[in-house]
């Protein structure tokens, strides 16, 4: 199912799969983008003409990866994978990371634990300027989170003012976090081991270190 890029860390992850992508074509590397937003992946294919390079992109979701051949390796772009609702979702998108992996493959999957919404921040409305004219806004409306389950809830309302013509949307984005011992616990069953945890600038993190962290991942 297309889904449009709708938060600003979905618009950061989406920026550094394209740099990322792109840079890795120039570099002469065979390099393959996924992603269930048709919207994206069009924006990445005339990225990539407009550098004339090209790109091969598959438009499918993580959890359902079905892919004609397998990769050396396979990395997340940013922690998209907290976007999956649940540890069933989650463990299928594993799943389908293995099995596009030769025995020895490699996998990075960035992972964070997201914080609350400041109570000042619901509410409070943001502003920017179409080129158009229009005036686009977003607020969080609410949020719900769930220590138990590990997921977090956020309204998000996007707006679109121009002239005498409105347009209002309210979409939830729920996020799921794992521990580090549950996250291996489903890398494990998936058939994969994890071999590093690290910072983004690659420096070994504590089993209580926060943050985001850059799970590095073998298939067994």
Known sequence: ?????????????????????????????????????????????????????????????????NLPRRYRAIFLAGPTFTLLPD????????????????????????????????????SRVRTAAAPDGAEHRVSVVAEQRDETARTQTTLLRYERHHGTDSTI?????????????QFETLATTAGLTVTAVTDPDGK?????????????LQAT
């Open 169 to 181: 949307e309210d979409r939830p984005w729920t996020m799921h976090w794992y521990t580090r011992d």
């Open 204 to 216: 070994p993190v504590p089993a209580d270190g926060t943050g985001l962290l850059h799970c590095r």
């Open 1 to 65: 199912m297309a889904r449009p890029v709708s938060t600003t860390a979905e618009k950061w992850f989406w920026i550094t799969f394209q740099c990322r992508a792109t840079e890795g074509r120039r570099r002469g590397l065979d390099v393959d983008g996924v992603d269930s937003s048709a919207d994206m992946l069009e924006r990445l294919r005339r990225r990539a003409d407009e550098q004339g390079i090209g790109a091969t992109v598959f438009h499918q979701r993580m959890e359902a990866l």
């Open 87 to 122: 540890d069933a979702t989650a463990l299928a998108a594993l799943r389908g990371i293995r099995a596009h992996l030769p025995e020895g493959g490699t996998a990075l999957v960035p992972l964070f634990t997201p914080a609350p919404t400041p109570a000042e921040q619901i």
